[in-house]
């Protein structure tokens, strides 16, 4: 297993288009999460997932994002209609069981662009 | 309002020499979880160190020791014998009992200097 992998690494956009993420977790990782992190901050929550279950979702995540995964396995992450404030690193990460200590592994993260 | 917050954004280290990151959090929650994340630049995060609040010893792993005061709701960061390879952005965060998101602060930049 290599790891949570986010595809694709970077995005360039143009405002007002649709982009589309994807996390493939660990394989037999339950729990999926999706965080949003600018330059120079700490990540910020936006949703998560337990198995096929969207069990949380920030009020960061507007109308415009929508999350989803199938089966539980891989996640995609959805923005309409972007707009420059979506310019960010949007990382995935992925944990094993119900219990809050565990560990949480992140993938490398997408870095978009909106122009 | 659960926050977590780093006061010191960037700090620096000569090689081999300890240093000591700071971090302060507000939760109402009893139970918690605590982590220390290591960003290096261009790579992915990865765990250092973790703490239950239940527990009063303090975590270590290697070089990396915790000072947890829970009545003080402080969790600094001791990097013993610092390496080149410590270069990091690093974050503090916490997970509320019974919930799976962390809640990260702002990170602290550390350079170790050779």
């Known amino acids: 297993d290599t790891g949570v992998s986010q595809n694709p690494r970077h995005k360039i956009t143009k405002r007002g288009q649709n982009v589309t993420f994807r996390c493939d977790p660990i394989s037999e990782h339950n729990r999926l999460y999706w965080y949003r992190q600018t330059l120079g901050q700490g990540p910020e929550f936006l949703t998560y997932?337990?198995?096929?279950?969207?069990?949380?979702k920030s009020r960061l995540l507007s109308d415009r994002f929508s999350a989803e995964r199938p089966k539980g396995s891989f996640s995609t992450l959805e923005i309409q209609r972007t707009e420059q404030g979506d310019s960010a690193m949007y990382l995935c990460a992925s944990s094993f069981t119900r219990d809050p200590s565990t560990e949480a592994f992140f993938g490398q993260g997408t870095r978009l662009t909106v122009v | 309002a659960q926050t977590v917050t780093q006061s010191q954004p960037e700090m620096s280290v000569q090689e081999a020499e300890t240093v000591t990151l700071s971090c302060t959090y507000d939760?109402?929650?009893?139970?918690?979880?605590l982590f220390w994340y290591k960003q290096p630049p261009s790579r992915q995060m990865i765990l250092v160190i973790r703490q239950e609040a239940y527990k009063q010893q303090n975590a270590t792993e290697n070089r990396f020791s915790v000072n947890f005061q829970k009545a003080a709701k402080s969790f600094s960061l001791k990097i013993s014998d610092s390496q080149l390879g410590d270069t990091a952005m690093y974050f503090c965060a916490f997970i509320p009992s019974n919930t799976g998101k962390l809640i990260f602060g702002q990170g602290t930049t550390l350079q170790v200097k050779p």
């Open positions: 939760t109402s929650e009893n139970n918690y979880y």
């Open positions: 997932f337990q198995n096929e279950a969207q069990l949380e």
